[in-house]
């Protein structure tokens, strides 16, 4: 089994920074990649972030430029840097890990960006 830990959500202003980490434990290896999800009230769950082999990156759209995601402690755990953030910042950000073909999801946490 996989276990994914999610720390560093938050209040921020606007034009502010968080950083969000997502620390994996259980039996991980080989991580295939790991990331971040997001979903305000009433939307669909959507791409912030993931990173492949600690190299490759993917973002979505709406995030290009504000926000770096990047692997460390031996691919374990993905961080979050997001800079600049705005009010439609605001959802549950989920980590997600894809370990031997399967998606493993944690709670969430709640960045709250104010205007």
């Known amino acids: 089994q996989v276990q994914l830990t999610e720390s560093g959500g938050g209040f921020v202003q606007t034009g502010g920074s968080l950083r969000l980490s997502c620390e994996a434990s259980?039996?991980?290896?080989?991580?295939?990649?790991m990331g971040w999800y997001r979903q305000a009230p009433g939307e669909q769950r959507e791409l912030v972030a993931f990173?492949?082999?600690?190299?490759?990156?993917n973002y979505g759209d709406s995030v290009k430029g504000r926000f770096t995601i990047f692997q460390e402690n031996v691919r374990k755990m993905a961080t979050l840097q997001m800079n600049s953030l705005k009010p439609e910042d605001t959802a549950i950000y989920y980590c997600?890990?894809?370990?031997?073909?399967?998606?493993?999801w944690g709670q969430g946490i709640q960045v709250t960006v104010s205007s």
């Open positions: 990173i492949i082999g600690g190299r490759v990156t």
């Open positions: 997600k890990a894809i370990v031997r073909q399967r998606d493993y």
């Open positions: 259980g039996t991980i290896y080989p991580i295939y990649g």
